[in-house]
């Protein structure tokens, strides 16, 4: 599951002073939102787990973090944009497609952003402590019409491949379809050793692209067997291993 979380650090020289864990307490129903193409609007239930009230802000952008939230104009809008969920509470989040024209033959991607920020109010002696507040990224698919592959025929048309750039082992994956395809994990396996791929920001191989995976492998010449075990994530969030030769 792909799911990026980034801890921000905030002063506590603010009118309402927090505390907080250094984990997401807002938990969403489904890692990953699919819009087909004659979708306009989807509804994600959230539920609080913490012991405490939070304030959750939300919006969509392109998963960089850049820019301010809600500012820029993007194809998805979440609602509402800033809410309070109590301890143990559920929320409904609706996200509303505004129709904007996407790529017709393949899958575009956005993210969903929940900012976390714990509501309570500290003692006037806790006033200078450090806060932290979490932000929790789901992904949202837009498919347009006439992409029905299953998914296994979409792993099955993954090519991958074994280089050595810069004097470090990688590995290549292209993906030929329309779909992006998301990796939980990806490792080589030389003489019965895995190797994981160093984890980036973003795991994903867009559609009709390819991506390069630096590996934890010491540098060495090809010899003998050499393969690849990818974990990939599903439209349900469910993982599925493949392994390749190289």
Avoid at 71 to 87: E, L
Avoid at 194 to 218: C, H, L, N, Q, R
Wanted: with cysteine; glycine share 4%.
């Amino acid at each position: 599951m792909k799911i990026r979380q980034n801890i921000i650090l905030l002063l506590t020289v603010i009118s309402l002073m927090i505390t907080t864990s250094a984990f997401a307490g807002m938990l969403a129903s489904s890692t990953r939102i699919i819009f087909q193409d004659n979708t306009s609007r989807k509804t994600l239930l959230l539920a609080n787990t913490n012991d405490y009230p939070v304030l959750v802000q939300t919006w969509v952008d392109d998963g960089e973090n850049s820019g301010t939230p809600g500012k820029d104009k993007y194809p998805f809008v979440a609602i509402p944009a800033i809410f309070q969920s109590d301890a143990k509470s559920r929320s409904n989040l609706e996200l509303i497609y505004n129709g904007t024209p996407l790529p017709g033959d393949r899958e575009s991607v956005f993210w969903l952003n929940l900012y976390e920020i714990p509501a309570i109010k500290t003692a006037d002696a806790e006033k200078n402590k450090v806060l932290m507040a979490m932000n929790t990224q789901l992904k949202i698919f837009y498919r347009p019409a006439g992409l029905n592959t299953k998914f296994d025929d979409r792993l099955n048309a993954l090519i991958f491949s074994y280089h050595r750039q810069n004097g470090q082992d990688t590995i290549v994956c292209r993906n030929p379809t329309p779909y992006y395809i998301s990796f939980s994990s990806l490792s080589l396996i030389r003489d019965n050793q895995y190797y994981p791929a160093t984890i980036m920001p973003d795991m994903m191989v867009a559609p009709f692209g390819e991506k390069t995976y630096v590996t934890t492998s010491p540098s060495a010449e090809k010899t003998g067997k050499i393969s690849t075990e990818a974990i990939i994530i599903d439209d349900k969030g469910n993982p599925h291993t493949i392994s390749r030769l190289l």
